[in-house]
């Protein structure tokens, strides 16, 4: 099949079982876009957001991946698993089940910027490998803790004494099922993920999200191609500046432009050098650019 130059977002909401990999693939052949990539991976127990950018929109998931993050997870309480997720095997138990009062209270220490250590079977590389496929081999893991930020982290339910619901919202990096490991270790007791939905990236939400089967059920069409959004639909948070025709041009051919006009230069400025624009020539982005003093400079062009 032959590719098409296809532009843009598709808000997957992605089901339990397939890898995020195997979602692209799908949208892949449901699309038929010639290039795609997604922003920021889920684990195959997990559901839920997973913004998957066609063609010229991969050149933003930089900025997605960085973006904020939300999350819905239970912790079963009274099992520590290898994997800190229903997949691994037990490695610790406990009869220990914390009150709600003592939940409540432990969660302001996980708020703001914490030390977290990474799962052993994650995807950071250790010495060029991925840490899970040494931990799959037997082989040590040793992964140092590292700063993530937590912007919310509440108590939702408690649907009975072995589980606790819990909604996070954070910074790039964060993972739930050390954050579950270590909120049952801090309560006297051990637990790890049974259940993980990521609800929102950055202005991804999972109520404007498209289910798998449904983009199936569209089929390889025209109708699936209705489920794109557009490129800007990633960059709420990136501040846009409109450009003449003769500066999107210079800008196309990665020449710098100077900010002429009068409040467009006092905004640029106050972002201070190095700053992300979204440098559009009406409706159409050109470019991805950096402030330099008054000027802007392109760092990623788009062949829109």
Not at 15 to 30: H, K
Not at 64 to 92: C, M, N, P
Not at 172 to 184: E, F, Q, V
């Amino acid at each position: 099949m032959k590719r098409k130059r296809l532009n843009g977002w598709v808000n997957l909401d992605k089901p339990v079982g397939p890898t995020s990999r195997d979602c692209v693939s799908a949208v892949r052949r449901l699309t038929g876009a010639a290039k795609l990539g997604h922003a920021g991976t889920l684990d195959p127990l997990a559901s839920g957001v997973l913004p998957i950018a066609l063609g010229e929109a991969t050149k933003s998931l930089p900025y997605l991946v960085s973006a904020e993050k939300s999350y819905r997870f239970t912790v079963h309480w009274g099992e520590q698993r290898i994997t800190d997720d229903a997949e691994g095997e037990v490695i610790a138990t406990s009869d220990l089940r914390p009150e709600r009062a003592a939940i409540e209270a432990a969660l302001p220490t996980f708020r703001g910027v914490i030390q977290q250590q990474p799962p052993i079977y994650s995807a950071i590389k250790v010495d060029g490998q991925r840490a899970y496929d040494l931990a799959r081999r037997g082989e040590p893991v040793d992964l140092p803790a590292r700063p993530i930020e937590i912007y919310a982290f509440d108590l939702l339910d408690q649907p009975d004494r072995d589980h606790a619901e819990f909604a996070v919202t954070c910074a790039k990096g964060a993972y739930m099922r050390s954050l579950a490991r270590d909120i049952a270790l801090a309560l006297g007791t051990v637990g790890y993920v049974s259940a993980l939905r990521r609800t929102a990236v950055g202005g991804f939400s999972e109520a404007g999200a498209i289910s798998l089967a449904k983009l199936e059920q569209l089929g390889n069409s025209a109708a699936a191609e209705q489920a794109i959004q557009p490129l800007e639909a990633a960059l709420a948070d990136i501040p846009a500046l409109a450009l003449t025709a003769r500066e999107a041009q210079l800008l196309r051919n990665g020449q710098g432009v100077p900010v002429l006009r009068g409040e467009d230069r006092e905004r640029v400025q106050e972002m201070g050098d190095d700053a992300i624009v979204l440098a559009k020539e009406a409706d159409t982005p050109v470019a991805f650019a950096r402030v330099d003093g008054s000027c802007i400079r392109p760092v990623r062009v788009l062949n829109l």
